[in-house]
C-alpha cells in the first residue's frame, strides 16, 4: 500500500513539477505572458509542498527519485504538449531513470 501511495504522489507531483516547468517556458521563452509564468511559479510550489507527503523522510531520497520522474515525465509532456517525439535513446534514458527511481525508492533496506 505505502508503494501505491508514494507512486501516486509522484504522478501528482510531476504534474505540478513539470507542468509548472513548462507554464514559466511558455510564459517566459514564447511570450504567452506574465500569467503563465506565475501560474508555472504556484504550480512549482505545489509540487514542493505534494513532494512533503512521501512516506519515506530522507529529502535526499525523494528528490533524487524525483530527478528519474521529471526525466521520463518531461519526454511525455513535450510529446502531449508540444509535439515532440523521443527517440530511442531518449526512451532508453527514461527507461533506466524510471529504474533508478524505483530502486532509490522501494528497494528493501535494512535499519530503514
Same mark, same amino acid.
Request: a neutral charge; charged letters at 10%.
Given at each position: 500500500?505505502?508503494?501505491? /501511495? ?21 510564459? @517566459? *521563452?514564447?511570450? /504567452? ?12 510550489? &505545489? ?13 535526499? *531520497? ?8 521529471? @526525466? ?9 504538449? !508540444?509535439?515532440? /517525439?523521443? !527517440? *530511442?535513446?531518449?526512451?532508453?534514458? &527514461?527507461?533506466?531513470?524510471? &529504474? ?8 528493501? /533496506?535494512?535499519?530503514?
Amino acid at each position: 500500500m505505502l508503494v501505491l /501511495r508514494s507512486a501516486a504522489l509522484f504522478v501528482v507531483a510531476a504534474l505540478f513539477e513539470i507542468g509548472g516547468a513548462w507554464l514559466v517556458w511558455q510564459g @517566459v *521563452r514564447e511570450q /504567452r505572458g506574465w500569467l503563465w509564468a506565475a501560474g508555472g511559479v504556484l504550480a512549482l510550489g &505545489a509540487y514542493g509542498f505534494v513532494a512533503t507527503f512521501q512516506p519515506d523522510a530522507h529529502f535526499g *531520497r525523494i528528490l533524487a527519485a524525483y530527478g528519474g520522474i521529471f @526525466v521520463a515525465g518531461s519526454l511525455l509532456w513535450g510529446m502531449a504538449a !508540444d509535439g515532440y /517525439r523521443p !527517440d *530511442r535513446w531518449d526512451v532508453t534514458g &527514461a527507461l533506466v531513470c524510471l &529504474a533508478g527511481m524505483a530502486v532509490i525508492m522501494w528497494a528493501p /533496506r535494512n535499519g530503514g
